[in-house]
């Protein structure tokens, strides 16, 4: 039954003709190096309107890093490692390669190079006048309308600094907008955490900061995700607690009835004017909704698709609930009842009992998978004895290119061919964006590693045989 809502839904909202088609998003491609790394690996956060989105991404042992992660529009992002942060602002289909000499030097080239070297100049400036401002001890230095004048008197002058400095070192027209909105909507997030904080003591008149700044109608909000995603949730807090279905509504999730409650507040939605504003919090309810799912959720989707008309939105949306209802799929006994892959990964439970898989993503065009192949060979000779299988899953090709590279590879072990609609499932249900990616299944037919290491690591080795003597 689950299963045949999900498919329902997804068409519904999606009008998709392949019921479990992929969402065809286009890669940022993030490489780079970081001299004397001490980590392993590093975090990419991509701040997309629905939710922020996290990718570990492993550190090579002469700190190099390489990845591609699926991205819906052009915004920021976050690169974290040994405690640092570094922002990049990009599109969808950027390449952009990374050189980290130290926590004061970094080189950017590729896509938006300019942009990404100036914003880290701006946004340590910009880091340097916000902690001046001493914003967290508002609440005992100022009363509401004083507040107000602080932040408003904070943007003017800020602004001002930042414009010319921004001149001083010629910052793109993008990185210059992007501070500017940064400035914006990060000092109306301590505007309304001071009223949530003095909710008995603020006057009439205290939101009306609202409506004095283009807030709502924005567009260069859009590439400012992290602070316009927060900004959209406040607003939308801020209005539905005035409406009079407020307390019904927080009482229904308290309840645990959330299908009664995404109705009431959708309802609410709906009748707003349509903004980006008034998308991002109906996808959020709506994605929410499927914690707790039951038959009824489709009728959701029937009713309030017409909602939404941002394209990179409604397609974040389906990829988020498509990773939340595929989420479980851990084991390959629970693979192995999955349509259209159940086959695949039963055939590779039954012919490998008892054993540990080593299971490799490649594809005939990929040249880092070729490379890879003569490590996987040494490797597997040496792990004869061990009770070790590999597993070889290579992307849509015809059978005889297929064929022909399994055998000038010497691909020794279990060699499966997926097709276009099994490929598009796996990708989903592992996240995979991009290849060679590898795998690693205990005896117990658990995948304990979904991005293990590559055959030419030198760590590898001893890990799977750690984990065949378990």
Not at 70 to 82: E, K, R, S, T
Not at 181 to 196: P, V
Not at 453 to 466: A, G, H, T
């Amino acid at each position: 039954m689950k299963k045949t809502i999900v498919i329902l839904m997804l068409a519904l909202l999606f009008s998709c003709t392949n019921k479990m088609d992929s969402v065809k998003n286009d890669k940022l491609v993030i490489a780079g190096k970081i001299e004397n790394n001490q980590s392993q690996s590093l975090q990419i956060i991509s701040n997309e309107f629905l939710k922020s989105n996290s990718y570990n991404v492993k550190i090579n042992n002469d700190g190099t890093f390489q990845t591609s992660i699926p991205i819906f529009h052009y915004h920021d992002l976050n690169l974290i490692f040994d405690n640092q942060f570094l922002l990049l602002l990009n599109k969808p289909a950027d390449s952009v390669y990374i050189h980290i000499l130290n926590s004061d030097s970094v080189v950017f080239s590729g896509d938006n190079s300019k942009t990404n070297s100036d914003l880290l100049l701006l946004n340590k400036k910009y880091a340097t006048l916000y902690q001046g401002a001493q914003f967290w001890q508002k609440d005992e230095r100022f009363k509401p309308f004083e507040f107000l004048q602080f932040v408003d008197d904070f943007n003017s002058s800020s602004d001002s600094l930042l414009v010319h400095y921004a001149n001083q070192i010629n910052a793109s027209p993008d990185a210059i907008k992007w501070i500017q909105t940064k400035l914006k909507y990060k000092t109306s997030d301590e505007l309304f955490e001071y009223g949530r904080h003095n909710m008995k003591d603020i006057p009439d008149g205290y939101y009306a900061f609202l409506d004095e700044y283009r807030f709502v109608e924005n567009d260069d909000a859009k590439f400012c995700s992290e602070y316009f995603s927060d900004f959209a949730n406040n607003y939308f807090s801020y209005q539905l607690s005035s409406n009079d279905n407020y307390q019904n509504i927080m009482g229904l999730f308290q309840q645990g009835k959330s299908i009664e409650a995404a109705c009431i507040y959708l309802d609410f939605i709906s009748n707003k004017k349509n903004n980006l504003i008034t998308e991002i919090n109906a996808a959020l309810m709506l994605f929410l909704s499927i914690e707790n799912y039951t038959a009824q959720t489709d009728s959701l989707f029937q009713k309030y698709n017409s909602i939404f008309t941002e394209e990179p939105l409604k397609k974040q949306l389906k990829l988020s609930i498509e990773e939340k209802l595929l989420a479980n799929f851990k084991t390959l006994e629970e693979l192995s009842k999955k349509e259209e892959i159940g086959e695949i990964f039963k055939k590779i439970s039954l012919e490998n009992k008892n054993k540990v898989l080593y299971l490799d993503f490649w594809g005939t065009w990929c040249g880092a998978c070729i490379n890879e192949f003569p490590n996987s060979t040494k490797l597997h000779d040496e792990l004869k004895d061990n009770n070790i299988e590999f597993v070889y899953l290579c992307e849509p090709t015809d059978s005889a290119t297929w064929i022909n590279a399994v055998q000038k590879y010497n691909l020794s072990g279990t060699n499966i061919l997926l097709n276009k609609q099994q490929k598009i499932i796996i990708q989903s249900i592992f996240n995979i964006v991009g290849i060679p990616r590898y795998m690693i299944v205990n005896k117990n037919g658990e995948i304990i590693d979904e991005n293990a290491d590559r055959p030419s690591s030198s760590r590898i080795k001893n890990e799977l045989i750690k984990i065949s003597e378990q």
